[in-house]
């Protein structure tokens, strides 16, 4: 019954718990927590530490729903999936992919991750194997060995010539310079930043190197066309999926083009460095790895027989991943009101997931903030362990993030021997998360 003197909407809400918020106190300690670590993630588990899985952030005009743990993640990718959106239309990341997979929702979503996912799905990878490894000799080959390197940009060029090779038969290793500042400068414009607070803040700079891009985009698809009117072949790979589809148009194919790019290139860029990193500061793992990756390839290029045999080389991705995951949190925009564990959730408010969060709670890890690899001889909590997300909007492009993983790790173990220069290193939320100031390391050839 409807209590006095409330409308009805303030009736409904009286129901159900508030979500908690934290206190000026909590603030300023969460805000010293950040402040040592130079990164806001570990402000976030101070906030679960003292208000538990289900908070709000404060701040001004931007006040999301933070989760952790495995029970809301499941709700939310799984259970109350259909109740949820993806696009929030003025992010940065919505204006910048359009009709994008990442952030498309319904009819237009589902057909092309339909359409999509051949290429992405475990029998294509076969073929991407050797790609992947003669991408990594092409970067690794200019490396002198008495210069450091910072393993982030040069992570990022193997991870870029991979994506534009192996779904576009591009060969980028041309263009990389060229094209090196418009990319960084797309990036920064859907990093984390003042948009939060002001959605239509002026950045000229960023549709410059946009325009730059797309044009590059549309000569590719020009010229993918043009091949196919002429011979009547094409190669066999996402851009032919895309080319041949009826009903795609080529902003409709831009769109793909460039959410493969940025989604599949710049979380792998993460990966690969915090990888490094971790690789440098764990010299018992290091030798543990170059054992086994010599016993399983000895001189030979990896192939998929030999990544099946580098076990501990996937319990080593798979903690780095945990505890520097590249996409640190998963956000939803609620398409209606619901209630969950007691909550209402109004229509339109961003939910988000910390995978973060997640993967440090000590509820589903033993220490959790020590890197321990052989934790993964054992198989997590479902929905404790989400680097890739989950439910049907999982990462389309998992199984290639692993098998990339491991081909490079893998050839880079075998060919060079790693030096960390400097250790002190923090998380940054780019896109995603990054090891600043960066991973120097020298590389000697064995
Ligand atoms: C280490 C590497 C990667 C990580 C950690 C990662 C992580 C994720 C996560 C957490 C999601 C789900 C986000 C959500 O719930 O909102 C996602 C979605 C997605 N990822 Fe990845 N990803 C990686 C590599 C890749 C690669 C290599 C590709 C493509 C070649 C890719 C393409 C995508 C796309 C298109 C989506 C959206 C899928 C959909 O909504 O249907 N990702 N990724």
Request: glycine residues 6%; proline residues 7%; charged residues 20%.
């Amino acid at each position: 019954m409807q209590q006095p003197g409330l409308t009805k909407n303030k009736a409904h809400a009286a129901a159900h718990a508030k979500i908690p918020t934290p206190s000026g106190k909590l603030a300023l300690k969460a805000l010293q927590v950040m402040l040592r670590a130079r990164s806001p993630l570990p402000a976030l588990e101070v906030f679960h530490g003292e208000l538990g899985k289900v908070f709000r952030v404060n701040l001004p005009s931007f006040k999301p729903i933070m989760t952790a743990g495995a029970e809301w993640a499941r709700w939310l990718l799984v259970e109350a999936r259909e109740s949820f959106l993806w696009k929030a239309p003025k992010d940065p990341i919505a204006r910048l992919l359009r009709d994008g997979l990442l952030v498309a929702d319904g009819e237009t979503h589902d057909s092309m991750r339909r359409l999509m996912n051949p290429a992405l799905h475990r029998n294509a990878l076969i073929s991407y194997v050797e790609t992947m490894w003669r991408a990594t000799d092409r970067i690794a080959d200019q490396w002198q060995p008495e210069q450091a390197y910072d393993m982030l940009p040069e992570m990022r060029k193997i991870a870029l010539l991979i994506v534009m090779e192996t779904l576009f038969s591009v060969d980028f290793m041309p263009h990389i310079a060229h094209y090196w500042a418009p990319l960084l400068q797309t990036l920064r414009y859907i990093s984390p930043g003042i948009w939060i607070f002001w959605a239509d803040v002026p950045r000229p700079n960023y549709w410059r190197a946009l325009r730059r891009i797309d044009a590059y985009l549309h000569q590719i698809i020009h010229a993918r066309r043009a091949h196919l009117a002429q011979s009547g072949t094409q190669p066999n790979d996402l851009l032919g999926i895309l080319v041949s589809a009826e009903g795609v148009d080529d902003a409709m194919i831009r769109d793909q083009m460039l959410t493969m790019i940025i989604a599949g290139h710049d979380t792998s860029t993460g990966l690969l460095a915090w990888a490094m990193y971790l690789l440098g500061a764990h010299p018992e793992a290091a030798q543990r790895l170059r054992a086994e990756v010599d016993t399983a390839l000895g001189e030979a290029p990896p192939t998929m027989e030999h990544l099946a045999q580098l076990k501990y080389l996937d319990r080593f991705i798979d903690e780095t991943l945990r505890l520097y995951p590249p996409a640190h949190l998963g956000s939803r925009i609620a398409a209606q009101d619901l209630t969950h564990d007691g909550y209402l959730i109004r229509k339109g408010e961003r939910v988000t997931y910390s995978i973060y969060v997640t993967h440090r709670m000590a509820e589903y890890w033993q220490e959790p903030a020590e890197f321990y690899p052989d934790r993964f001889l054992e198989k997590p909590v479902p929905y404790s362990f989400l680097p890739f997300g989950g439910g049907p909007r999982n990462c389309i492009g998992a199984a290639f993030a692993q098998v990339e993983a491991k081909v490079i790790l893998a050839r880079l173990i075998q060919r060079f021997d790693f030096t960390l220069l400097k250790r002190d290193v923090h998380m940054h939320m780019a896109v995603t998360l990054e090891p600043r100031p960066g991973v120097f390391m020298r590389a000697r050839r064995r």
